[in-house]
């Protein structure tokens, strides 16, 4: 089991030596003072810095995932029905030129069906 002091544990975690102490005195970081310093675990700071990362991406896709849901709602304002645009939807999946009128085929077909 590999320990680190404070300087080692700073280059670990690529922070400042002061950025460590204030950290684990406030408890965020673990580690234990054994008498004047700071010991860290190298496998407690493993898992640290990957629950930070699991946390900060979750933080990021939910802010991208409202972000998404704003521009939805300012997409539906241009559509007061509130019902997706099959039209829409068949323009951008096949790249049809919006002066263009949709054809549909056999097997596409909106009434066709497969009994």
């Known amino acids: 089991m590999k320990t680190f002091d404070i300087d080692e ?8 030596c002061t950025t460590v102490s204030d950290m684990a005195g406030m408890g965020e970081l673990p ?3 054994i008498g ?3 010991v860290f675990l190298e496998e407690d700071l493993v898992e640290y810095v990957r629950t930070q990362v699991r946390y900060q991406r979750r933080e990021r896709q ?5 972000k998404q ?13 509130g019902f997706p645009s099959v039209l829409h939807n068949m323009r951008s999946r096949r ?3 919006p002066d263009r009128p949709i054809s549909f085929t056999n ?5 066709s069906s497969h009994l």
């Open 69 to 81: 849901q704003g521009e939805r709602e300012h997409t539906d304002q241009d559509n007061p029905t």
């Open 95 to 97: 790249d049809i030129p």
């Open 9 to 16: 544990c700073a280059e670990f975690l690529k922070v400042d």
């Open 31 to 33: 580690g234990a003072r």
């Open 107 to 111: 097997q596409d077909s909106p009434l």
């Open 36 to 38: 004047r310093g700071w």
């Open 62 to 66: 939910s802010a991208q995932f409202e």
